[in-house]
């Protein structure tokens, strides 16, 4: 493990405690393969590194234990355990689902006013290509949407969810800032325009080609593991088992 490696949260405009900062530190390392599956994570140098006592981090494994990214095992300490590509392939799909929900709840709801404030949120765009701070604006957009939606619980779903994915390798994927700069303000439009079906399905292909960007680079890193393709069984196999 790089000893010198530092985290840069996802959106810097908040301040995490110790332990939200150990969790992303941890879960940064899994994401870029330097802490591999079956890895016992060495909790006293995480915790040097971090500047920390090794407390926070224990709270930190327990919540990527909960979220299914270690597994704790009694007297022995933590091991990476990153869920399989079908897992994830699950959470992604059942986040889109709720953002559809929002993004066409809020395109209902939506006043002059409110659709002015999501104007405002995407016109940050236009002055940074930096993907931290592209990342930030895209999370004050998903916060606005709920607003305007009325989504409280669904918001708290979407939190949950989130947290069982590697979302804040966002920054780091290949044209996905570009990706946020061009398809926010036509989400803005067509919510404008009272269109919820364009929003929902141009917010839905951008969250999907980020999710199959991110699975990609798990993938490349070796942090899952690509599906086992089944052997095709040939067509004489086939008819012998059936008795024909």
């Excluded at 680079?217 to 069984?233: A, S």
């Amino acid at each position: 493990m790089n000893a010198s490696k530092q985290l840069s949260p996802p959106n810097s405009s908040h301040r995490w405690t110790a332990t939200a900062s150990a969790a992303a530190y941890i879960s940064q390392l899994i994401w870029d393969g330097e802490l591999r599956r079956g890895t016992r994570i060495p909790q006293g140098e995480i915790a040097k590194n971090l500047g920390m006592s090794t407390v926070p981090v224990r709270e930190a494994l327990i919540r990527l234990a909960e979220n299914g990214w270690v597994t704790l095992e009694p007297n022995r300490g933590a091991f990476v355990a990153p869920p399989t590509r079908q897992t994830l392939g699950e959470l992604h799909d059942l986040s889109h689902l709720i953002f559809g929900y929002v993004v066409r709840r809020a395109t209902e709801r939506r006043t002059t006013a409110s659709t002015e404030e999501l104007r405002n949120v995407v016109a940050r765009l236009a002055d940074t290509d930096d993907p931290e701070e592209v990342w930030e604006i895209a999370t004050d957009f998903n916060a606005q949407l709920c607003v305007i939606a009325e989504v409280s619980r669904a918001k708290q779903m979407l939190r949950s969810v989130s947290s069982l994915l590697p979302g804040s390798s966002f920054p780091i994927m290949p044209g996905a800032a570009g990706s946020v700069k061009q398809a926010l303000p036509d989400i803005v439009e067509a919510i404008s325009n009272g269109d919820a079906e364009s929003a929902a399905d141009i917010y839905l292909h951008l969250l999907k080609d980020n999710a199959d960007s991110i699975l990609e680079m798990l993938l490349e890193r070796g942090v899952i593991k690509p599906e086992k393709k089944r052997p095709r069984r040939s067509a004489i196999v086939a008819q012998e088992d059936s008795g024909t």
